[in-house]
């Protein structure tokens, strides 16, 4: 059987009620399971519940001594607006990154950065740049078997 990965172009990805944490290099240490669970539990303390499935943005960047991090957030999507977030979260009512490269991933879990590289070569075999914040929102997993939506934007020339 073959597996393919199939680009598309100028997609958009648009989430409302979203709140944001990003996860320092401590906390990273803790899982991703134990982070998502301190998450919704904020958010159920707010008296607010969750939406959709998670969303997972990874950025690489180099930090001030020129290494390279990777920084992580997590989001999640609201039933209904959340004023006043605590420290440590940000939250949009409205999310829209335009003009993205997609691609739908159904896979092991250690295998998605297949489809992230496939989106980078494509971009650069078509002389376009991209940001370096890839989004994966997880559509299912089950069976450590995941369905995930991709999205990285392009910059626009």
């Known amino acids: 059987m073959c597996r393919i990965l199939d680009i598309k172009e100028e997609r958009i990805l648009k989430l409302t009620n979203i709140i944001e944490r990003k996860i320092n290099d401590e906390e990273s240490e803790l899982g991703i399971d134990v982070l998502v669970n301190q998450i919704d539990n904020y958010i159920i303390s707010k008296g607010a519940k969750c939406i959709g499935p998670l969303i997972h943005i990874s950025e690489g960047k180099y930090d001030n001594d020129m290494e390279f991090r990777t920084e992580n957030t997590l989001m999640r999507q609201l039933d209904r607006v959340l004023h ?48 370096s914040k890839v989004y994966v929102v997880y559509i299912s997993n089950v069976d450590s078997k995941i369905v995930a939506d991709i999205f990285v934007e392009r910059v626009d020339e």
């Open 84 to 131: 006043h977030p605590d420290k440590g979260y940000k939250f949009y009512p409205i999310l829209k990154i335009k003009n993205c490269y997609y691609c739908r991933f159904s896979g092991e879990e250690g295998d998605i950065h297949f489809a992230v590289d496939k989106i980078r070569i494509l971009a650069y075999e078509n002389y376009k740049t991209i940001k």
